[in-house]
């Protein structure tokens, strides 16, 4: 099974910023649907029954208290004048808070063979591009500042992936709460 692991947007608010963010941003790229926005920690790609015990077991070692991130900035993958992913960044604090708890997912899963690909960078997807939409600096030089509001982090989760036609369809494995 395809495994990731993740933190989800939960607050109502947020979401709402960013569907109408989506709403009013004029490209032509796939909206992620808003129940499905997270911050991938690390993807794990496809897993072994055995291995998932594994990971769950690895993963229930990790300690962190709560925290709360901004959710603030817009940005491309790879570049602007050939966007394939537009993607919400964090607050510095928040984003330092969210590689502090990257590296802890990424210690505990080592040892299993589980290593990111590339280094974790703070953002959530929302939009993905699948054709060539051309340069669209101008539009998001417009939205750059936008604030989209407080999500409070107090929990990671173990997801599964399933590819389907009208895009992946997303469960819990398992879930991680953070020590009060």
Same mark, same amino acid.
Request: a positive charge; zero cysteines; charged letters at 20%.
């Given at each position: 099974m395809r495994t990731f692991v993740a933190i989800e947007i939960s607050n109502n608010d947020v979401k709402n910023a960013i569907k109408n963010f989506q709403n009013n941003l004029k490209i032509d790229a796939n909206p992620i649907d808003v129940n499905q926005l997270h911050f991938t920690l690390q993807f794990l790609g496809e897993i072994s029954e055995d291995l998932l015990e594994k990971i769950s077991e690895s993963l229930q070692?990790?300690? =962190? @208290?709560? =925290? @709360?991130?901004?959710?603030?900035?817009?940005?491309?993958f790879p570049k602007p004048k050939f966007p394939r992913i537009i993607w919400i960044g964090t607050d510095e604090k928040g984003g330092e808070n969210l590689i502090e708890l990257a590296k802890k997912v990424e210690n505990v899963l080592k040892p299993l063979g589980l290593v990111p690909d590339k280094p974790f960078k703070p953002h959530i997807t929302i939009f993905r591009i699948k054709k060539k939409i051309g340069d669209i600096t101008k539009e998001l030089n417009e939205q750059k500042l936008v604030d989209f509001g407080i999500q409070k982090i107090f929990s990671v989760k173990l997801k599964k992936s399933e590819l389907t036609s009208s895009g992946p369809i997303y469960s819990d494995l398992e879930e991680v709460i953070a020590v009060k």
């Open positions: 070692t990790i300690k =962190f @208290s709560e =925290f @709360s991130i901004n959710l603030k900035g817009i940005g491309v």
